[in-house]
């Protein structure tokens, strides 16, 4: 369990990163949300941790920014002191295929998705100094697997989870545990948003498990490794996708 523990869940506001803030706050954490246009909805999931019996701190900030990410971490250390995980879950993107691709639209999606986790790990640790800490990054099969459109997307989780690995090893003897989870497509609003084809979305839903990916399977996971039974596990990227990625033509 995670009493007494502060976690900070990046894009925290809706969806998946909803669903982790939750479980972390049923886990018995103090979750901060972070959020850049969903207020209402980032004011909503903190109301529904408070009345778990958690405190609930939500920060507005462009985690592409660099020094909205400085800010908001400057008003983590003054709110709460300390700082005991990091989920980094925001993520954007632009739906293009590699040569339709522009400087802009690459720069935005690596900044959100690769950039911010550098720069939310390197400020979370001086927070997590001396009591160790657990950082959780959300990638996607998409950094693995060629899918439609997911060009700029891919490639960052891909470096995404080249990080994990890095910064696993050199934030061991800091006692902080780094791991990636990668899913494959989730029950989201986001799935709108790449139009892939008809085949591979029937896939999808008739995967050996028998269904999709859910936020809260994802959650689950991200619990399970912010706590102590997880201490083996270092620079992981774990794989949640319902047997889609060794089999993905078996329906």
């Known amino acids: 369990m995670l009493e007494e523990k502060v976690a900070l869940v990046t894009g ?3 969806g998946i990163g909803r669903a982790i803030a939750l479980e972390l706050a049923n886990e018995g954490a103090d979750v901060i949300i972070n959020y850049l246009r969903h207020r209402t909805a980032a004011q909503n999931t903190a109301e529904e941790i408070r009345q778990k019996g958690r405190q609930a701190h939500i920060i507005r900030a462009n985690v592409g920014e ?3 990410i400085e800010s908001m971490f ?3 250390a003054d709110k ?4 005991d995980i990091l989920v980094n879950n925001a993520a954007s993107g632009v739906a293009r295929k590699a040569m339709d691709l522009d400087e802009r639209g690459w720069a935005w999606t690596m900044d959100i998705n690769a950039r911010a986790f550098l720069l939310c790990a390197q400020r979370a640790v001086r927070l997590m100094e001396g009591r160790g800490g657990k950082i959780v990054a959300i990638s996607s099969l998409g950094s693995r697997l060629v899918m439609p459109v997911y060009t700029a997307v891919g490639v960052s989780k891909a470096a995404l989870e080249a990080l994990t ?14 791991n990636a989870i990668a ?10 948003v790449y139009k892939f084809n008809e085949k591979l979305s029937k896939t999808w839903q008739t995967t ?13 996971l ?4 912010c706590r102590d039974e997880s201490f083996m596990i270092r620079g992981q990227t774990i794989i949640i996708d319902g047997g889609f990625s060794i089999a993905p033509l078996i329906t």
């Open 183 to 192: 899913a494959a497509a989730v029950q989201t609003e986001a799935l709108n």
């Open 165 to 178: 690995r890095y910064l696993a090893i050199e934030l061991a003897p800091y006692g902080i545990a780094v």
């Open 208 to 220: 050996s498990a028998g269904r999709m990916v859910q936020p809260e399977d994802i959650a689950k």
């Open 66 to 68: 660099p020094d909205k």
């Open 80 to 83: 709460f002191g300390h700082l």
């Open 12 to 14: 925290g506001s809706r």
């Open 222 to 225: 991200v619990a399970f490794l």
């Open 74 to 76: 400057a008003e983590i």
